[in-house]
Every structure is written in structure tokens, then in C-alpha cells.
């Protein structure tokens, strides 16, 4: 049974998405990272969700966002998950599904310990493999040099338009390629308990952090014997190539860095489970008079938005 969607709006969120069969359906090359990240970036200002770091593997993605609602974290996912899969496909030459399944959100508490330890998680995308030596490392879309240089911005995407393009392909137009490429940054927001640091100490900590997954990466090269990868052997990989195992563990209802918080979180979702099954139990009844909580999604009913505190 998948997660109740909700519980999100003003939170710290790691979204997690897996390629069909652990594929490298999202292998890097410089027209599929510019395709990668035109998508977000437009999903992005269509949706004015808060991006806070972003790291785009060969066969999986992790994201740290900040929703306003569940309404906009699903409305940016569904952009993201579906134009990738629609273009970002036929660039790799693969023909079917390029999702394994809807993407996977984790609530992260309010705790500072617990939103650097997934902001160093999403840092060590690429290290913690073995696959490079630093995060900066790693040639397709990733976060790590934007955060550590201090840029608010990742530059270098392409949006291609291709409804425009069919429409003025049918009228008879006479098409510009050019016409129809539009560039597209994403903008990066701090993770929420960086927001009040001033810049040279947020500097400081997420070169650590960075520095940190390095010497992790290299203690595992001193234990496996195997040197990284490397980007030049990560550019070449086989898209379609099938790893032979994957990791199917379970992943965490959420992230905490205390008990007590992690409590908190589950109660809270439990009450929102218990609440949502009454009243899917009532609506199924006949009932007309049911009221569900603020932040999910119905069976066959619009979205209930969260009630916003006033100014």
C-alpha cells in the first residue's frame, strides 16, 4: 500500500524516485542533463515550489523540496516524473515506462541535525558508491557544486516545447528549430534550518559536509580496493543496462534525528490515516456530510487544501 500523500505543506520533504528495474535510464550526457534540468526548471515556475538540492544518478533521483501543500508537491512531481519520462526516454533510445513507480516522499523533522544529515545524504550521491572521488564530481545533474560555491542558481537547461512545435507543424508553419528552445534555471532555496546563517558560516558547513562524503568514499576504496569509477567510464555507460541487484530495502517513514521527534511525526500521521479511513468509510456509506483533513486528496472528490493561518 502506497503513503498517504499529505502532512507536507512547510516541510522539508526527500523525494526519491527508482528508473523501470533499476535501469540507467538517466545515465548522463550533456543533452540529457540540459533535458533534466529545462524540466525542473520549468516545473519549478510553474508551480513556485522551494528547491533545496537535487541529485539525478543514473538509475534514481533524490530531492529535497520544501511544498507549500500537497497539491503543489504533486502537481510539481507529476510535471517532473512525466516530461522527464517522455523525453529523457527517447534520448537514451528506450521505448517503455522509464519510472519504476510513482515517486516516494519522507517528511523531515524540524530538527537542524536531521535536515544537514539528509542535505549531506543527497551530497554524498555519487560518492558513497564509490562511482567519484567528490560530489563535484559527478557529470550529470547534481546540486553539490552550486551549494558549495554559494550559487542560487543551476544554469544550462533547455525546456523544449514540443506541443507549440506539433501546433505550428499541423497549421503549416514554417519551423525554426530555435523557436521552440527555451532556457531554464532552477532555482535553489536553503534547507530551512540554513535560512538564518550567515554566509560564510553556511559556506563553511556544507564544505564539510561535502568533505566528509569525500574521505567516506575514499575509506571505501581503501576497503573494496577499487578505484572510482570516474566521470569519462559514467558518460559511457549502457542506458538500458540492467544491475544485476538492487537495493529493495524499506525506506524510513521519516527522517529524525531524536526519537521524540520521530514520535511526534508518526502520531501526527496516524491521526491523518485514521481521520482519512473514517471518512473514506463514511463517503462510501452515502455519506454527503463528510469532511476530510486538509491536505489530501479524496477518492473521487477534489483536493482539500490546508486551512492557511491568517497575517
Keep these: 500500500m502506497r503513503k498517504f500523500r499529505g502532512l507536507v505543506a512547510n516541510r522539508l520533504v526527500e523525494v526519491t524516485t527508482r528508473t523501470f528495474q533499476g535501469r540507467f535510464l538517466l545515465s548522463p ?9 529545462g524540466v525542473i526548471g520549468r516545473g519549478q515556475r510553474r508551480t513556485g515550489i522551494d528547491i533545496c538540492g537535487l541529485a539525478f544518478m543514473s538509475n534514481h533521483a533524490h530531492m529535497l523540496l520544501v511544498p507549500e501543500s500537497t497539491e503543489q508537491l504533486s502537481e510539481f512531481m507529476g510535471f517532473v516524473n512525466g516530461n522527464i519520462a517522455r523525453k529523457v526516454g527517447p534520448l537514451q533510445g528506450w521505448r517503455g515506462k522509464l519510472w519504476e513507480r510513482r515517486y516516494q516522499h519522507i517528511i523531515i ?3 537542524p541535525e536531521a535536515q544537514i544529515a ?12 564509490g562511482l567519484v572521488r567528490h560530489p563535484m564530481d559527478w557529470p550529470g545533474v547534481h546540486s553539490a557544486g552550486a551549494s558549495r560555491r554559494g550559487y542560487p542558481e543551476m544554469t544550462g537547461g533547455v525546456w523544449h516545447d514540443q506541443t507549440a512545435e506539433g ?3 499541423r497549421s503549416g508553419k514554417i519551423l525554426t528549430p530555435k523557436e521552440f528552445l527555451f ?4 532555482r535553489l532555496s536553503l534547507v530551512p534550518c ?8 553556511r559556506l563553511g558547513l556544507i ?3 561535502q568533505h566528509e562524503c569525500e574521505q567516506k568514499g575514499r575509506q571505501l576504496r581503501e576497503e573494496t580496493g577499487r578505484p572510482p569509477m570516474g566521470p569519462k567510464k559514467i558518460l559511457m555507460q549502457v542506458p538500458d543496462f540492467q544491475p544485476k541487484e538492487l537495493d529493495r530495502s524499506p525506506a524510513p517513514a521519516f527522517h529524525a534525528a531524536s526519537k521524540e521527534a520521530f514520535r511526534k511525526l508518526r502520531e501526527e500521521y496516524r491521526e491523518f490515516v485514521s481521520l482519512y479511513c473514517e471518512c473514506a468509510e463514511k463517503l462510501k ?4 456530510e463528510v469532511t476530510f483533513p486538509p491536505g489530501c486528496f479524496p477518492p473521487h472528490l477534489p483536493y482539500v487544501p490546508e486551512v492557511r493561518a491568517g497575517p
Aim: hydrophobic fraction near 25%.
Design 29 to 37: 550526457s550533456p543533452e540529457v542533463n540540459r533535458t533534466i534540468k
Design 109 to 111: 523533522s524540524d530538527e
Design 118 to 129: 539528509r542535505l549531506k545524504y543527497l551530497f554524498s550521491q555519487g560518492t558513497k558508491e
Design 167 to 169: 501546433k505550428a507543424r
Design 183 to 186: 532556457e531554464e534555471v532552477i
Design 194 to 201: 540554513l535560512r538564518d546563517w550567515n554566509p560564510g558560516p
Design 207 to 209: 564544505d564539510q559536509l
Design 285 to 288: 456509506e452515502g455519506g454527503l
